[in-house]
């Protein structure tokens, strides 16, 4: 199971981005996938999930600003973010489980100026 995050960089506060999470050594289209991020001196938070039929949850720091979604054919998630804050600086991971293991890609940095 291999999970490559792109996407991350440096926007300024109240600005967007869009991170990709690209799946591969796993059936896509039958995993839950989430988005977790994890900041300096934090512990690693839950973002939000969708599940394979496409439904979505969001933790409350995020909920209305950022949009999960998924593409089964191109084996692809993706976290639309708007309207970013300062707090929303960190290291955002996707992860999915499989076999009850759990795997995580490497991690894209999201870095917002104010």
């Known amino acids: 199971v291999q999970l490559q995050a792109s996407g991350g960089g440096l926007v300024q506060a109240g600005g967007s981005l869009r991170l990709s999470c690209h799946a591969s050594g796993i059936n896509f289209r039958l995993h839950d996938m989430d988005w977790y991020r994890q900041a300096p001196g934090k512990e690693r938070e839950l973002v939000a999930s969708?599940?394979?039929?496409?439904?979505?949850n969001y933790g409350a720091p995020v909920t209305g600003r950022f949009t999960i979604s998924r593409d089964n054919v191109r084996r692809l998630m993706y976290l639309q973010m708007n309207g970013l804050k300062p707090e929303d600086q960190a290291l955002y991971y996707c992860?999915?489980?499989?076999?009850?293991?759990?795997?995580w890609g490497q991690g894209t940095q999201v870095t917002v100026s104010s």
């Open positions: 969708i599940t394979s039929e496409g439904s979505a």
């Open positions: 992860h999915t489980m499989w076999r009850n293991r759990h795997f």
